[in-house]
């Protein structure tokens, strides 16, 4: 399913019937539920939901990155390339070179031991086979490409030496030297103060301009989707819930969770104070979901067949997808 | 205008960085709050905003006198707090509490809830038969919006946000008039973000505490608030009632911080004007000389990194520190 | 699992406390409770030798002398080179080996986790004073420590297997003392325990409700590794001769005679080696299976 504007080209990642369970002593643990979707050329797709939703397991899944007790099962195309359970040979072709991820905390995937040099030119030795004279150009360049002042004199340091918003640039730099058809960021401005989110936020939009790869951001921020996002995905027990164009998601959101999330969040362009909506109860607890619906405990609307029958994500037109026993919902004010 | 329930006065925390060894060595010092003032009133919401690094948490610690002060004075009643012999201070602690960020860091995992929540209780009131402490745990429990029954739970078997609750219950337990909320929703999910906050402002509403609330989310900020503070490495750039800091923001930090903040509506967000800063937070060790926001200041001059401007008032309930705050908006 | 299951007869729910489920993921690791029972095993037949019956470790048989196992006659590990009973000499040198063990884990425990602990939560100079005397105290060789502890001390004046004791006792609450500090300062920084201080919580009251709760997990499991390494050493100081003298046994020094012996009674350095390494094999299960209980992250 794509929105008119991307449909007519092939979808960079396809993703279905996906389903990534946990071994823990307790019994298996469904983070992942019958999950699909695909993201075309170009596209940026937001994926929204809270600890537990399963949003970052998904392209955990996808990059075959899987904690040791986790296996995923279903289908996921890279440009047509089936690569889910791949020999790690076959998914190295495709990982890094045409499909690369960022993480919340850059350290996590820089080496701390090794000068982002070192570590850059190797990405560009092994996949593209460039000489470490070529590499190092290439790789300085890609860091002046996410305006980090000095670079050249920058990529002989270690990554502790540079501040956590830097270091985000660095990885973003990392993430794109092969020129990736799709980049995965996991919330990439989370652990970020405001003033440097907004840098990392504008970065990834001119990038998204300049180079027309697709990105699959994974956030818990409303605010960060509104603005980088083109499609919005939301998820929730491990399942998507809905999914709409950008502004459908914020102007008539179709599920009651979607618009709790909505009406729950304090905002600074809010007019005098009112007190907030919440969502009531907890977060789902993915070893103990209640029958039917996972929301339903929590929904405001919920009636008996929330409870006997879980409901199926089911079309509602103009790319438009809900799982939701209720009649549409109104326009939000 | 009531008395102040708290007043700070040029208050500063210094810290010694390095290494201290049996034999010495290199020493830096860290000013991680330099020079605040500001008055509490009660029943009033402070906000404290600013990124890492602004020496926010540091100035909550230091009000209840759970980190040493370089110097300044914060005056409780018009009791100076740092003249208070330790027995003193200690029981002053029934009065100010403090809710944080971490929900679970925050309980011992060893301790059941209801022994979490009565620590406080049976430390002020140790003649209290066990009976009536727990009587008055979970009537705590239930003011917070815990099951009564869940007492004998360890703080693991709760969610993050039902771990925030049983820090409330403990904060509120004594029936304080301050607490110090650091970043109490910031590591909670959305959806319970809301809860939290709805609950401290009932709370708030119900007792008349005073609650100094500190955050980087200017929106939450906004919405908790009575008044809001704005720091930038230990110093305070802008003071001022929520509805003219927000409505009318002088400061270009403030307004910095406010157009970065994202708007969850895509046609606002994707439209608004933004001044995005240049570079990052300077090291809080060597910061600037004169105004701390130079470096980053679309307005700097020279006047800037020569003498850090003095916090002066700009409206009924506005002050501003800075040089060029009548300076016309976005430049 | 159902929560109404925990309910008690007055509607509370029971909670889980982190010992009761670390106990239930060490009852379900078969090695570590099977190393457990091995360990219960080999101790009662150790310290109940007296009353089993058996002969005493020190009654030779002149026609039995370095003859191998006989089951018939009783001598299930067969005898050494004097005629004696090697069963019984192996379950009397547990005694002493087990002993060892025991009082290294107490020492270790006490001394070590009060060290530490007072270092960890004093901070500062005292800190720093007290952490340097543990890094003094192990620095000295250990085997010349036990030497110079041998030569020094006359032997009418204490027993050399006291003198033993004394020395692993000495040695053993360095290590402790060291990883309890450690704890101690990560678990200081916790906000539960600013929590407390802000609560006007006495430092006493931090101390002993919150510190040292939250620190058993590591010194539980050091402990039993703190067994094997001193049982170890004990061997190794009585097969050079300096710890328990004739005609008390340990298994160092069993196994230090049956290996003077190895070419023509093989049984006599087999069977107590063997009962050693059964031992020791056990505690590493129970350590292992501890360690892994409380702290399941780090599986």
């Known amino acids: 399913m794509t929105t008119p504007q991307f449909s007519a080209m092939e979808p960079v990642l396809e993703v279905a019937g996906l389903n990534t369970l946990f071994a823990t002593p307790e019994g298996d643990v469904r983070a992942v539920s019958d999950v699909a979707f695909a993201i075309a050329r170009g596209e940026t797709l937001g994926i929204v939901g809270e600890s537990g939703s399963g949003k970052s397991q998904i392209f955990m899944s996808v990059m075959g990155l899987l904690a040791r007790n986790g296996r995923a099962s279903g289908s996921v195309r890279v440009t047509g390339t089936e690569i889910l359970n791949a020999p790690v040979a076959e998914l190295n072709r495709v990982r890094g070179a045409r499909m690369s991820m960022i993480f919340q905390d850059p350290m996590t995937s820089l080496n701390p031991y090794l000068t982002v040099r070192r570590q850059m030119t190797e990405v560009l030795m092994t996949h593209k086979g460039l000489g470490e004279e070529a590499a190092a150009q290439a790789s300085i360049e890609m860091l002046e490409r996410v305006q980090i002042p000095e670079a050249g004199r920058r990529i002989g340091m270690y990554p502790h030496e540079f501040s956590g918003g830097m270091r985000q640039r660095v990885m973003i730099a990392m993430a794109l030297l092969c020129g990736p058809e799709l980049l995965i960021a996991d919330e990439p401005t989370t652990a970020l103060d405001v003033t440097v989110q907004a840098q990392i936020l504008d970065l990834l939009m001119q990038l998204k301009r300049d180079t027309g790869m697709a990105i699959a951001l994974i956030t818990h921020d409303l605010g960060v989707i509104a603005g980088l996002a083109d499609r919005v995905i939301v998820m929730y027990g491990g399942r998507i819930v809905e999914q709409a164009p950008v502004r459908d998601i914020f102007r008539r959101p179709q599920h009651p969770y979607t618009e709790g999330l909505l009406k729950s969040m304090p905002r600074l362009d809010e007019h005098g104070v009112t007190r907030l909506q919440t969502i009531g109860g907890q977060p789902p607890n993915l070893q103990n979901l209640p029958s039917g619906c996972a929301f339903r405990d929590r929904c405001a609307y919920a009636f008996d067949l929330c409870a006997a029958e879980r409901p199926d994500l089911t079309s509602l037109g103009e790319g438009r997808a809900r799982a939701c026993h209720l009649p549409q919902l109104g326009e939000v004010a | ?331 | 699992m159902t929560d109404a299951a925990m309910v008690s007869p007055r509607g509370e729910v029971k909670g889980r406390s982190l010992w009761a489920d670390a106990r239930r993921r060490f009852l379900r690791n078969r090695a570590a409770v099977a190393g457990l029972v091995v360990l219960a095993v080999v101790t009662l037949l150790s310290f109940g030798a007296p009353f089993l019956g058996l002969r005493a470790p020190d009654d030779i048989n002149w026609d039995m002398i370095s003859a191998p196992p006989d089951y018939a006659q009783g001598y299930y590990f067969g005898t050494d080179q004097n005629g004696r009973d090697l069963f019984v000499r192996t379950l009397y040198g547990g005694q002493v080996s087990l002993m060892v063990g025991l009082v290294a884990t107490l020492v270790s425990l006490v001394i070590g986790t009060l060290w530490g602990a007072s270092a960890g939560y004093l901070g500062g100079r005292i800190d720093n004073v007290m952490m340097r005397i543990v890094d003094i105290l192990y620095s000295i060789p250990f085997v010349f420590f036990v030497i110079l502890l041998t030569v020094a001390i006359p032997r009418n004046f204490i027993a050399p297997t006291m003198l033993m004791y004394l020395a692993i006792g000495a040695v053993s609450w360095l290590d402790m003392a060291r990883i309890v500090r450690g704890q101690t300062v990560s678990i200081r920084r916790k906000e539960f325990i600013e929590a407390a201080h802000a609560s006007g919580v006495s430092s006493w009251h931090i101390i002993t409700r919150h510190i040292i709760p939250n620190c058993l997990g590591p010194v539980v499991v050091y402990m039993t590794l703190t067994v094997p390494a001193v049982i170890l050493t004990e061997s190794f100081i009585s097969y050079l001769g300096m710890g328990v003298q004739e005609p008390d046994s340990s298994w160092g020094t069993l196994i230090s005679e049956g290996v003077n012996a190895m070419e023509v009674a093989p049984w006599a350095v087999i069977y107590p080696s063997g009962v050693m390494v059964v031992t020791l094999l056990a505690l590493n299960f129970v350590g292992d299976g501890l360690r892994d209980a409380l702290d399941p992250k780090d599986r």
Not at chain 2, 33 to 43: A, E, H, I, Q, Y
Not at chain 2, 181 to 194: G, N
Not at chain 2, 291 to 305: E, K
């Open chain 2, 1 to 331: 205008m009531t008395a102040p329930l708290l007043s700070v006065n040029d208050l500063k925390v210094h810290f010694e960085i390095g290494r201290r060894g049996l034999f010495g060595g290199a020493r830096h010092v860290l000013k991680a709050v330099d020079g605040v003032s500001f008055d509490l009133r009660p029943g009033e919401t402070l906000g404290l905003v600013g990124e890492s690094g602004c020496g926010k948490s540091t100035l909550g610690r230091a009000i209840l006198r759970l980190l040493p002060l370089q110097s300044g004075r914060t005056v409780w009643l018009g009791r100076d707090l740092a003249r208070l012999a330790p027995r003193e201070m200690r029981e002053m602690r029934r009065e100010m509490q403090i809710i944080f960020q971490d929900p679970l860091a925050s309980l011992n995992p060893r301790m059941t809830a209801g022994e979490i929540i009565a620590e406080p209780l049976v430390t002020f009131r140790p003649e209290l038969k066990r009976a009536e402490v727990k009587q008055r745990v979970q009537a705590m429990m239930a003011k917070v919006g815990l099951l009564p029954n869940q007492i004998n739970r360890y703080p693991h078997e709760f969610s993050g946000g039902q771990c925030q609750r049983i820090g409330i219950a403990r904060a509120i337990i004594n029936e304080p008039r301050l607490i110090v909320c650091d970043e109490p929703v910031s590591a909670l999910d959305v959806s319970i973000q809301a809860q939290i906050i709805n609950l401290l402002m009932d709370l708030q509403a119900e007792m008349g505490l005073s609650l100094i609330f500190i955050s980087h989310n200017l929106a939450v900020v906004r919405h908790i608030s009575h008044r809001v503070m704005v720091l930038y490495l230990g110093k305070v750039m802008e003071i001022a009632d929520r509805d003219s800091l927000y409505a009318n923001p002088l400061h270009p930090y403030t307004q910095a911080l406010n157009s970065a903040v994202p708007v969850p509506d895509p046609d606002i967000e994707r439209a608004k004007p933004r001044v995005v800063l240049k570079g990052d937070l300077p090291s809080p060790l060597n910061p600037p000389s004169g105004c701390p926001f130079r470096t980053r200041c679309p307005r700097a001059t020279q006047v800037c990194a020569e003498c850090m401007p003095a916090l002066e008032r700009a409206g009924a309930d506005h002050m501003v520190a800075c040089h060029h705050a009548a300076m016309p908006d976005r430049p």
